[in-house]
């Protein structure tokens, strides 16, 4: 079995050697995001789910893999781990989401996995098995591109155009506050102020709603953040493809899943200083990379 237990969803795939028996979805499991209670209820949720379509109980589960950020975390690894030894059976490995959208990526092999979801950051692996990361250090002082970086952008760019009387800023304005379900622009200021702190992630859909009714201000903000996407990921090629005649790139997350403006900044971005990188146009699901692993693991009989 392999889980993604990400800041916005959980995803769960059951398997054997060679298929994919069951999937099951549920809501975010970041214990750092949503905390323990939640994120037991979502990834029983998602393993139940799963289960049922696999016709098996979890009870019969031989191996686990899961993968969420803040795993290397000695408190978060043991807490995921009495989790999930309650809810299945057999072995479980816990280990970060940047290893499993690697491991889906590329499949041991080499390679750069830029991660756009609820968080950010780029890692990678090159011919020698060296890794390096970047970003990723928390949506207080990192995650640049991520949903919650664009959400958080998004509320601060249409207030400082409100206050210049810009007349491209009721578009997004109005946008965020039917998305929080806010009626005024007070309502936004102190719902975007509170603590602890709000779904800003949750505000993508309105930022692209904005950019689709041509909004630049939003179209703005998702330029940036390709670019800051890509800056991440430069950063990594640099430490391990320093002279690689060809560099696989892939992309993982939500952000790069539904929003092509912010693929195509990446890609051009990206290729303006490493024209030798190849980037899989596929956005990745890392929990494949989850099952992968676990798969891997009881070959080896660890």
């Given amino acids: 079995m392999g889980i993604d237990g990400g800041g916005s969803k959980t995803s769960c795939l059951v398997g054997d050697e060679s298929s994919i028996l069951g999937s099951g979805r549920a809501a975010g499991s970041n214990l750092v995001r949503v905390g323990e209670t939640e994120a037991r209820n979502a990834l029983a949720a998602a393993i139940r789910q799963a289960c049922s379509v696999a016709n098996i109980s979890p009870s019969q589960i031989q191996r686990s893999c899961v993968g969420l950020a803040g795993a290397a975390r000695p408190e978060i690894n043991s807490t995921v781990r009495r989790i999930l030894s309650e809810l299945v059976g057999g072995e479980i490995e816990v280990v970060g989401d940047m290893v499993i959208a690697l491991e889906a990526a590329f499949s041991g092999g080499p390679g750069v996995i830029t991660i756009a979801g609820t968080g950010s950051l780029a890692y990678g692996r090159n011919a020698s098995g060296q890794t390096a990361r970047a970003g990723g250090w928390g949506f207080a002082v990192s995650d640049e591109g991520s949903g919650h970086w664009i959400g958080r952008a998004a509320v601060a760019a249409a207030l400082r155009a409100a206050d210049e009387e810009q007349p491209d800023s009721a578009r997004l304005l109005a946008e965020l506050m039917k998305s929080w379900n806010r009626t005024s622009h007070e309502q936004l200021v102190l719902m975007a102020n509170a603590f602890p702190s709000p779904d800003f992630a949750a505000l993508l859909p309105a930022v692209l709603a904005a950019v689709d009714s041509g909004d630049p201000i939003a ?25 690689g005649p060809a560099i696989p790139v892939a992309m993982s997350g939500g952000v790069f899943r539904n929003c092509a403006l912010v693929r195509q900044v990446f890609y051009n971005n990206l290729r303006s200083e490493f024209p030798n990188v190849a980037v899989n146009s596929t956005v990745i699901e890392p929990v494949r990379g989850a099952l992968q692993l676990a798969r891997k693991a009881a070959q080896r009989g660890t």
């Fill in 219 to 243: 179209r703005g903000i998702l330029s940036q953040a390709g670019a800051e996407l890509a800056a991440l990921t430069k950063i990594v090629v640099r430490r391990l493809f320093p002279d």
